[in-house]
C-alpha cells in the first residue's frame, strides 16, 4: 500500500523558515517523480512545486519561485520542502503527492494526508 | 501560464442525478487533465486522468470527456458519497494549474 506521511508543520513567524519532510513506503520511490500542492484555509489546492524521480528536473509556482526549494533524498525515500521568507498567505495545509508517469500521461495519484503549515506573529 | 476556468462552482443535486461539471482551459492542452475529488479535511482523490481514463477502484458512474479546450466530468448517478469538491489540474506544462473547484451539495 503507498502510504505518504508529511511533517515539519508548525507555527513560524513572517519571515522565518520551515522544512516540510515526506515519507514513502509501500513503492519504488526512486522510480517516481513528486509535487507538493497546498491549500489554504477554506480555499481550493494550489500546485507549488515538482521534481523528477532523479531530482534533475524542478519547477516551481511564480508564488514560492526564489524562496521554497524541493529535494528529495531517494536512498531514505522522502521528499522534502524548504520554505524561507515565508509569508501570511503561505498558510495552508501541504500535501506531497506520487506523480504517476507510467502512461503517457502524468498526474499525481496518491496522497498524503497534509501537514499545516501557519504563518503569522 | 495556463488558465483553467471549472464551472460551476457550486451546485445543489440529488442523489441519483446526473452532474455535469466542466473545465475551460485558456488555451490547447491536449488531453493532459485530471479531475479530483475532495473531502472535508482529507486529501484529494484521483478520479479521472489524461482526460477520459478512469482511475483503478473508481466507480464507473465517474466519466471524462473533452472536445477542443473544454474537459467534463459526469457523474452519472449521484451517490451520498459523492456530495464533496471537486478539482480539475492540467498537466500539459509547468506551472501545473487547478480549476477553481466545484462544490456539489445535497439539494
Known amino acids: 500500500e503507498v502510504q505518504l506521511v508529511e511533517s515539519g508543520g508548525g507555527l513560524v513567524q513572517p519571515g522565518g523558515s520551515l522544512r516540510l519532510s515526506c515519507a514513502a513506503s509501500?513503492?519504488?520511490?526512486?522510480?517516481?517523480?513528486m509535487s507538493w500542492v497546498r491549500q489554504a484555509p477554506g480555499k481550493g489546492l494550489e500546485w507549488v512545486s515538482y521534481?523528477?524521480?532523479?531530482?534533475?528536473?524542478?519547477f516551481y509556482a511564480d508564488s514560492v519561485k526564489g524562496r521554497f526549494t524541493i529535494s528529495r533524498d531517494n536512498a531514505k525515500e522522502s521528499l522534502y520542502l524548504h520554505m524561507s521568507r515565508l509569508r501570511a498567505e503561505d498558510t495552508a495545509v501541504y500535501y506531497c503527492?506520487?506523480?504517476?508517469?507510467?502512461?503517457?500521461?502524468?498526474?499525481?495519484?496518491?496522497w498524503g494526508q497534509g501537514s499545516l503549515v501557519t504563518v503569522s506573529s | 501560464d495556463i488558465q483553467l476556468t471549472q464551472s460551476p462552482s457550486f451546485l445543489s443535486a440529488s442523489v441519483g442525478d446526473r452532474v455535469t461539471i466542466t473545465c475551460r482551459a485558456s488555451?490547447?492542452?491536449?488531453?493532459?487533465l485530471a479531475w479530483y475529488q475532495q473531502n472535508p479535511g482529507k486529501a484529494p482523490k484521483l478520479l479521472i486522468y489524461?482526460?477520459?481514463s478512469l482511475q483503478t477502484g473508481v466507480p464507473s458512474r465517474f466519466s471524462g470527456s473533452a472536445s477542443g479546450t473544454e474537459f467534463t466530468l459526469t457523474i452519472s448517478s449521484l451517490q451520498p458519497e459523492d456530495f464533496a469538491t471537486y478539482y480539475c489540474?492540467?498537466?500539459?506544462?509547468?506551472?501545473?494549474?487547478f480549476g477553481q473547484g466545484t462544490k456539489v451539495e445535497i439539494k
Open positions: 509501500g513503492f519504488t520511490f526512486s522510480s517516481y517523480e
Open positions: 489540474l492540467q498537466l500539459n506544462s509547468f506551472p501545473w494549474t
Open positions: 503527492a506520487r506523480v504517476d508517469s507510467s502512461s503517457w500521461y502524468m498526474q499525481p495519484d496518491s
Open positions: 488555451q490547447g492542452i491536449s488531453n493532459y
Open positions: 521534481i523528477s524521480n532523479s531530482g534533475s528536473a524542478i
Open positions: 489524461a482526460a477520459s
